[in-house]
């Protein structure tokens, strides 16, 4: 049988302020400055357009990821955990049950993901054992495209051969498909990951 597929870019940040004695030209660069502010003000639009108030411009929609971990919500649409059962051909079935994934992003580029799952299996028509819950855990790097996340597994620690697919995110929410094989099947499963501010 072939084992479940498991699921599992550096940036450095620098901050120069010089303080120096203000010059003539800075001054004025100021004034220039103060007076545009002025000039954009609501009260200034509100004279300009004879009273009537300026409709304010919208808001930019939100593109950054919230740095942090992620917890799953659901795969394929169904709440957790998930099973998922398939038979070979000699008549052997396959008992994959899909139990938690937690993904935290760090802001320096690297994820780890940590899975819980089980696999058992039995003679076809015979019910499955309750083995206990197997945990797999998988660093990485990530990085971002627009609403698109890619993830890059490090083979040195935990992710050797391993490929997850490219992800997305739109507010507070991930989601990641990713690929596994079942009683010799090939699968693609998506799963909805959630914010969770009380995990560190």
Do not use: C
């Not at 108030?53 to 939100?62: D, G, H, K, L, Q």
């Not at 802001?107 to 028509?125: C, S, V």
């Not at 971002?144 to 739109?170: M, S, Y």
């Not at 990713?178 to 799963?191: I, K, Q, S």
Request: aromatic share 8%.
């Amino acid at each position: 049988m072939a084992p479940p597929t498991r699921i599992t870019a550096s940036a450095t940040f620098t901050a120069l302020t010089t303080f120096a004695a203000p010059t003539a030209s800075a001054v004025l660069a100021a004034a220039l400055l103060a007076a545009a502010l002025i000039a954009a003000s609501p009260g200034a639009a509100f004279a300009r357009q004879g009273g009537r108030t300026a409709r304010p411009p919208a808001a930019a929609a939100e593109t950054a990821l919230t740095i942090g971990t992620y917890v799953s919500s659901r795969l394929d649409g169904k709440k957790l955990p998930v099973k998922d059962l398939a038979d070979d051909d000699h008549g052997t079935q396959f008992l994959i049950e899909f139990d938690e994934l937690v993904l935290a992003f760090r802001a320096n580029g690297e994820f780890r993901a940590t899975l819980r799952y089980r696999q058992t299996l039995a003679p076809k028509g015979v019910p499955t054992s309750q083995e206990p819950l197997q945990r797999m855990v998988v660093y990485g790097a990530w990085s971002r495209a627009g609403r698109e996340l890619r993830f890059v597994p490090d083979p040195k620690r935990g992710g050797e051969g391993l490929t997850i697919l490219n992800g997305t995110f739109t507010g507070r929410t991930v989601t990641v498909p990713f690929d596994y094989r079942n009683a010799g099947v090939a699968r693609r499963a998506t799963v909805l990951l959630l914010y969770d501010p009380s995990i560190i």
